[in-house]
């Protein structure tokens, strides 16, 4: 399992515009993951005509590369206490996934982490703020949610152009 993490991914000034969209934001409940699980969390899908749209694309293009188009961009925000599931996002083979942590702190007490499942391991990455991670879309994986405060992550979906 690789999974790719980037600090300070953003300058401090985009960091807090890109929170600021996610505080101001109108979600809609529940994404599903899978088939058999019932839907958690919030989603707002970002659209390409957004400038966070384009903030992100033009940094997570340069990393995806030319065999890679970008698919769907949205904000999941959990709530204190939300149990999202372990899922995968892509099975196409060479799809990436990425997630952006935005939040304006975190410690090791409020949990939040992104947990990856492999070789019978759970392994997390924790949301530390302005971070992007990056990994194969068929790693399952899931978020976890913060202890008091709402969880916002950027997920931002590439797959193969065929």
Not at 2 to 31: H, K, N, P, Q, W
Not at 93 to 122: M, P
Not at 127 to 134: L, S
Request: hydrophobic share 30%; aromatic share 14%.
């Amino acid at each position: 399992m690789i999974v790719e993490v980037i600090d300070d991914f953003l300058s401090t000034d985009d960091a807090y515009s890109v929170l600021d969209y996610c505080r101001m934001a109108s979600y809609t409940y529940g994404e599903t993951d899978t088939s058999s699980t019932p839907p958690t969390g919030m989603v707002h899908e970002i659209c390409e005509t957004d400038e966070i749209y384009k903030l992100f694309s033009s940094k997570t293009d340069l990393i995806a590369g030319d065999d890679l188009v970008l698919n769907r961009m949205y904000i999941n925000c959990f709530a204190p206490t939300e149990n999202p599931y372990f899922h995968t996002d892509c099975d196409e083979e060479g799809s990436i996934t990425f997630l952006y942590y935005s939040s304006d702190e975190w410690n090791l007490d409020l949990g939040g982490e992104t947990q990856f499942y492999a070789n019978g391991q759970i392994a997390g990455v924790p949301p530390i703020p302005n971070r992007m991670v990056y990994f194969d879309s068929s790693i399952l994986h899931r978020a976890t949610t913060y202890r008091d405060r709402h969880r916002f992550t950027i997920a931002i979906k590439y797959v193969p152009d065929n």
